[in-house]
Nanobody, 127 residues
Framework: QPQLVDSGGGLVRPGGSLRLSCTAS????????IVWFRQAPGKEREQVSC????????KHADAVKGRFTVSKDREKTTAWLQMDNLKPEDTALYSC????????????????????WGQGTQVTVSS
């Protein structure tokens, strides 16, 4: 059964870095955009970053521009979210989801347009 598995979260000090991965099984990411979400306690889930197909279609939320980057591997089985200069306000449960092709509607892509979802990985930024 096709699925996404995200991983790579952890505890990091402010200013540190983490790289999250989102790995597809049972399908490839050739025709999918990967959107990274996060949800902090007491807050609504937000779309953070998107990498489309083709991969030059990239968008980030204002809160993470210049600090987060997204990429896909050559085999198109894994997408990455590189998070640098992390801040305490980046603390959240991060998850990925696959959406056909483009980041056009980011950061407001409707939930019903996503085909596959990861289970989430916790990122905690604290000294």
């Amino acid at each position: 059964q096709p699925q996404l598995v995200d991983s790579g979260g952890g505890l990091v000090r402010p200013g540190g870095s983490l790289r999250l991965s989102c790995t597809a099984s049972g399908f490839t990411l050739h025709y999918f955009a990967i959107v990274w979400f996060r949800q902090a306690p007491g807050k609504e889930r937000e779309q953070v970053s998107c990498i489309g197909s083709p991969e030059n279609d990239i968008k980030h939320a204002d809160a993470v521009k210049g600090r987060f980057t997204v990429s896909k591997d050559r085999e198109k089985t894994t997408a990455w979210l590189q998070m640098d200069n992390l801040k305490p306000e980046d603390t959240a449960l991060y998850s990925c989801a696959a959406h056909r092709y483009y980041c056009t509607e980011f950061p407001n892509i409707p939930d019903n347009q996503f085909n596959y979802w990861g289970q989430g990985t916790q990122v905690t930024v604290s000294s």
